[in-house]
């Protein structure tokens, strides 16, 4: 049991950190980014075709796929920028369910409806914890969750940048007036956030279920571990993403309920709903 919920933990650094990155998107540009996850899988089709076809070493194809990524991430943010930068939180996020019906489309005419042949940049084991031995595909996500989740709170508190992406974020209308850009910060925050996801993604892959499908919707666990932060709070995210994988892992142990595995995020999602609103239902129960 020790085993498979420590195996689980690669997983939900995964969540983890798209759960982060679809915090950040929330309180920084008023988005829900239901593409957070396909923009990073498309950029790792794209590295896989760069080592397998073109023939390009691994560790260049997996930055330029990883580019590729936040290329395409910061295009969506240009479109969220310009066309709908007065439009409501639930219509820009609405909007991005466009490109990830798009991206997952394209990668199946491009790249086929197989799981691609990932080559792991980062294989092995990193150490071994009772007699269980941790990888260090977890060593790395978790810890890359960990460091994005503190390196977000540093910029946002302590620097000049920080400072006025909480502008935007907070009074946008009257930000702009004191000449803060809006629109390059913005795209900025989506490119950064398209380029972690990319670099997770391609991190795990190898290791995980990796069709196009399959892929795009880890953003539905990274939701579930945004939502126990509320997508507001960072740290509660990197626990609900890690405590996702854990449970994962431990109920893919247990033949009787291993199917229950693919319905725990949302079952997460719904607890977590049912939380949030309880004091309406008992009100409306009473």
Not at 60 to 85: D, R
Not at 102 to 126: E, H, M, R
Not at 148 to 164: D, E, F, M
Not at 199 to 218: E, H, K, R
């Amino acid at each position: 049991m020790i085993e498979g919920a420590l195996a689980g933990l690669a997983a939900g650094g995964l969540y983890a950190v798209l759960g982060v990155c679809l915090t950040l998107m929330a309180r920084l540009v008023r988005v829900v980014n239901f593409a957070q996850a396909a923009t990073g899988m498309f950029g790792g089709f794209c590295a896989v075709w760069l080592v397998t076809k073109a023939g390009m070493p691994v560790w260049i194809g997996s930055v330029i796929g990883v580019l590729i990524g936040g290329l395409l991430a910061a295009a969506i943010g240009w479109i969220a920028a310009t066309w709908l930068s007065e439009a409501s939180t639930t219509t820009r996020s609405a909007m991005t369910v466009g490109p990830l019906l798009l991206l997952i489309s394209l990668s199946f005419i491009l790249f086929g409806n197989k799981p691609q042949p990932f080559t792991p940049i980062i294989a092995g084991p990193a150490f071994s914890l009772g007699g269980v031995v941790i990888s260090q595909v977890t060593v790395w996500t978790v810890g890359m969750a960990i460091v994005v989740a503190v390196g977000v709170r540093i910029v946002l508190t302590r620097t000049r940048v920080g400072t006025q992406l909480r502008a935007l974020s907070e009074r946008p209308t009257t930000a702009e007036l004191l000449g803060i850009r809006s629109r390059p910060l913005s795209i900025a925050v989506w490119f950064v956030t398209g380029i972690i996801s990319a670099i997770a993604i391609v991190i795990v892959a190898p290791s995980q279920s990796n069709d196009a499908t399959s892929l795009s919707l880890l953003i539905i666990p990274a939701a579930a571990a945004a939502l126990l932060g509320g997508f507001k709070r960072l740290d509660l995210t990197v626990i609900g993403g890690l405590v996702l994988g854990v449970l994962g892992g431990l109920v893919a142990q247990i033949n009787e309920i291993s199917l229950v595995r693919n319905f725990l995020p949302f079952l997460f999602i719904v607890v977590l709903l049912l939380w949030t609103q309880r004091k309406e239902v008992w009100d409306a129960a009473r």
